[in-house]
């Protein structure tokens, strides 16, 4: 929620007119991402139960769902990632912050050392039968502010995930970079795009588009592209 009665309305016309808005009755902050990442939980608990795969992305990503679809199907092949599952460039063995910064932690939010296993924030997929449980376990698990720390690593822990491991991300810190062909030489590897310009996601998506039209043409497995 916002403070702001003027853009309340307008959020209200919004939901009113195009059913798009799902809101909660916090206040939207930074150290308040945790509820929303719950109330995420708890929306697609209650409307996506058909579905098999939640996909959990930040806004300033871009996603090759091509090779996403492709990479869980090779997991599936082997008999993994079925259920009980989040597949994320998984992030282990982080020490805890109780020094001076943004992600300063106290040792009453939390008194260990080392976080557990978990997935960055900006992009992670969810086998959907964990989805209810991580929900169900937050009403158990003691609040921490850290979203994905919280949802992906202490929630997690708590009903037993399994993490996979996808480490085909790529940051675009500048967008002279896309303009480059240089760095789409490599492109048919990646799946997420991180990137700091807002606009430059649409010149990523039509690299994305041409590249896999090139597969296409050329008959080629997407196989291809982890073998590069």
Same mark, same amino acid.
């Not at 009113?16 to 909660?24: A, K, P, S």
């Not at 282990?92 to 910064?101: A, G």
């Given at each position: 929620?916002? $403070? ?22 916090? &206040? ?7 509820? !929303? ?11 996506? !139960?058909?579905?098999?795969?939640? &996909? ?61 296993? /978990? ?22 698990? !003691? ?7 919280? &949802?992906?690593?202490? *929630? ?9 491991? *996808?480490?085909?991300?790529? /940051?675009? $810190?500048?967008? $002279? ?14 799946? /997420? ?28 497995? /997407? ?6």
């Amino acid at each position: 929620m916002t $403070k702001n009665r003027a853009l309340q309305n307008i959020i209200r016309y919004e939901s009113e007119t195009y059913g798009d808005i799902v809101q909660e009755s916090f &206040l939207d902050s930074y150290r308040n991402l945790t509820y !929303k990442a719950i109330e995420g939980a708890k929306w697609t608990s209650t409307y996506c !139960k058909s579905a098999k795969l939640i &996909l959990k992305t930040d806004d300033d990503i871009v996603v090759d769902v091509h090779l996403l679809f492709h990479h869980i199907e090779r997991l599936r092949a082997a008999n993994r990632a079925i259920n009980n599952t989040i597949i994320c460039k998984v992030v282990s063995n982080v020490l805890v912050n109780h020094n001076s910064s943004k992600w300063k932690v106290t040792v009453n939010e939390y008194n260990k050392t080392i976080y557990p296993p /978990f997935c960055p924030g900006y992009a992670f997929v969810m086998t959907a039968d964990i989805v209810p449980k991580l929900y169900q376990a937050s009403f158990y698990e !003691k609040f921490f502010w850290i979203d994905d720390i919280y &949802l992906t690593g202490l *929630l997690a822990q708590t009903i037993k995930v399994k993490h996979e491991t *996808l480490k085909s991300t790529v /940051f675009i $810190k500048s967008e $002279k970079k896309v303009k480059k062909k240089k760095i789409w030489q490599n492109n048919c590897r990646w799946i /997420f795009y991180r990137f700091g310009y807002r606009h430059t996601s649409v010149d990523i998506w039509y690299m994305i588009k041409l590249q896999k039209a090139k597969l296409f043409r050329k008959k080629e497995p /997407f196989s291809v592209c982890f073998n590069k």
